[in-house]
C-alpha cells in the first residue's frame, strides 16, 4: 500500500506541480492583466459643443486616439456629448453636424441625378425578354433582369432637430478641424468650439 | 443639350450624343478589358436624347455579375427597384474630403479615382506613374455593399455609388440610423451591417474582420478593421500618406 501511496504520490507529485504552476501563471496572469488595466485605465471624455455661443444639437463626437483607434458618440440635443472608455494621452477631434432631415436612404441625391431618368421611361425587361420598346439591342450574352418586386419604401426622413444649423465643414475631419485635447486618466471634460 | 441627370453621372456635358467614356462609370469603362465591349460599344448607337435615355436605361440595368461579391446575396439578386443593377466595390476617390458650404463632400482629390466635384470639370486623370508612393502602397477599390434600400451601389453611376473617399465625410446623402440618430462620422473602414442606413457610408465587407483591398498594382489583400486607423487612410492617397495638401488634379496637370 505504501508502495502504492507512494506510487500515488509520486504519480501526484507532476500534477500538484502543474497545478501550482497553472496557479502561479493564474495570479501571475491576473496581476499581468490587473496591471495591465492599471496602465490603461477607462478614460471618459464630456462637454459641450458650441457655435458661436449656440449648442450644436445633432452630430458626432469623434476622437483619433493614441491607440490609433477611432472613439465616437452622438451629440445630444443640449450639446452635450460624451465618450467613453478611450487611453488617455493625445487625441484628435472631429465634429459632424450633418442635416438630421437628410433622408436615410434612396431620395437625397436620386432624386437629382438617377432616379429621374429611369422611372419616366418603361421599365426594364423580363430576364430574356430584350429591352422591350427600346431603340437599341441589349448586348449579346448580356441580359437584364427585372427589377426587383418589393414593398414601397418606408419614409425614412428623419425628423427636424429643433435649432439644427450647419457647422463650417473644417471640423467633421481630424485632419483639418485643429481640435485636439490630451486626455487623463478619469474624468476629462472637453467642451469644444466649432465657430 | 443634356439633361442635368447625365450631366451628374458622368460629365456627358462634353459633346452630344455622348461617347462611352463621358457617361457612366468606371467599372463602365473597365468593360472593355473584361471581354465585355459590347456593353460599352452600346453608345456608339445613339442620336438622339430618346435612344441615349434608353441606351443609359439599358446598360445601368445590365447586371455584371463580376461586379458583385458572391457573399452578398441581396445584391446579387438583380437591379433594384429603380432598374439599376449594383455592385458591391467602390473606387477609392482619396482621403482628403472635405465638407462644402453646403454640407456636401464625395469630393477627394488625391485617390486614384478622385472625384473633384460633381460637374467633373476639369476632368480629372491619374496616370500610374503619377502615383509616387508606389503602385503596391496605394489602394484603389475597395468594398462596400449596396446601401441597406439597394439604391446607392448602382455600377454605372458615380460618387458615392461606385467611388468613395476613405475616410469618407459624405452625409449629406445619408445622415442618420433608423432610430434618427447620426451617423458615426468620419466613414472610416470600420464592420457593418446591412440593413444600416450608415452602413453605405464608409468601405466594409460581408466577410468577418475586414475586407479585400484592391491595390494598385493590380494584387488583391485582404486588410483586418485594425488597418481602419493606420496604414489604410494613408494608402487610399496616391502619395501613400506624403504629400498631404497636394492633389493629384493639380500633380496630373
Known amino acids: ?195 | 443639350m443634356l439633361p442635368q441627370q447625365l450631366v451628374g453621372v458622368g460629365g456627358a456635358n462634353d459633346g452630344f450624343p455622348p461617347r462611352d467614356e463621358q457617361v457612366g462609370s468606371w467599372l463602365l469603362r473597365i468593360q472593355h478589358f473584361m471581354e465585355r465591349s459590347q456593353i460599352v460599344e452600346l453608345w456608339r448607337a445613339p442620336t438622339t436624347l430618346d435612344e441615349v435615355y434608353a441606351t443609359f436605361r439599358l446598360v445601368s440595368g445590365t447586371r455584371v455579375p463580376e461586379y458583385l461579391c458572391p457573399s452578398d446575396a441581396q445584391a446579387a439578386r438583380g437591379p433594384n427597384r429603380w432598374g439599376y443593377a449594383l455592385n458591391s466595390y467602390l473606387a477609392v476617390s482619396g482621403n482628403d474630403e472635405r465638407v462644402d458650404d453646403q454640407g456636401h463632400a464625395s469630393n477627394a482629390t488625391n485617390g486614384v479615382f478622385p472625384t473633384q466635384d460633381w460637374s467633373w470639370s476639369p476632368r480629372p486623370r491619374v496616370s500610374m506613374a503619377a502615383i509616387p508612393a508606389g503602385l503596391s502602397k496605394v489602394v484603389i477599390v475597395g468594398e462596400r455593399p449596396p446601401s441597406h434600400d439597394l439604391f446607392y451601389g448602382r455600377w454605372n453611376m458615380t460618387d458615392f455609388d461606385t467611388v468613395l473617399g476613405n475616410p469618407s465625410l459624405e452625409f449629406s446623402v445619408i445622415a442618420t440610423d433608423r432610430s434618427g440618430n447620426p451617423c458615426i462620422s468620419p466613414g472610416f473602414f470600420r464592420p457593418d451591417v446591412a440593413d444600416d442606413p450608415c452602413a453605405a457610408t464608409h468601405f466594409w465587407s460581408m466577410h468577418p474582420r475586414g475586407g479585400n483591398w484592391l491595390r494598385a498594382d493590380g494584387s488583391v489583400t485582404f486588410l483586418g478593421y485594425d488597418a481602419a486607423f493606420t496604414t489604410l487612410p494613408a494608402m487610399s492617397s496616391v502619395f501613400g500618406g506624403a504629400g498631404a495638401g497636394t492633389t493629384i488634379v493639380e500633380a496630373a496637370r
Not at chain 1, 506510487?7 to 496581476?31: F, N
Not at chain 1, 484628435?92 to 436620386?110: E, F, K, L, W, Y
Not at chain 1, 429611369?118 to 426594364?124: D, L, N, V, Y
Open chain 1, 1 to 195: 500500500m505504501s508502495d502504492g501511496a507512494t506510487v500515488d504520490g509520486a504519480s501526484h507529485g507532476p500534477r500538484r506541480r502543474v497545478v501550482v504552476i497553472l496557479a502561479a501563471l493564474g495570479v501571475a496572469g491576473g496581476a499581468i492583466g490587473w496591471a495591465s488595466r492599471r496602465r490603461t485605465p477607462s478614460t471618459q471624455v464630456s462637454g459641450t459643443v458650441t457655435s458661436d455661443g449656440r449648442p450644436v444639437v445633432f452630430g458626432t463626437v469623434t476622437l483619433l486616439a493614441v491607440d490609433r483607434r477611432a472613439y465616437s458618440a452622438s451629440i445630444g440635443a443640449d450639446g452635450r456629448f460624451t465618450v467613453s472608455n478611450v487611453p488617455p494621452g493625445p487625441v484628435q477631434i472631429a465634429v459632424s453636424s450633418p442635416d438630421p432631415t437628410a433622408p436615410a436612404g434612396a431620395m437625397a441625391r436620386g432624386q437629382q441625378d438617377a432616379a429621374a431618368p429611369m422611372p419616366s421611361r418603361p421599365t426594364a425587361a423580363a430576364p430574356g425578354q430584350g429591352a422591350g420598346t427600346d431603340p437599341v439591342d441589349p448586348p449579346p450574352g448580356t441580359t437584364i433582369a427585372a427589377p426587383l418586386d418589393a414593398a414601397p419604401l418606408p419614409a425614412e426622413a428623419s425628423p427636424p432637430r429643433a435649432g439644427w444649423f450647419r457647422i463650417p465643414g473644417r471640423y467633421a475631419s481630424p485632419a483639418t478641424s485643429g481640435l485636439g485635447a490630451t486626455l487623463e486618466p478619469g474624468g476629462n471634460r472637453v467642451d469644444l468650439r466649432v465657430d
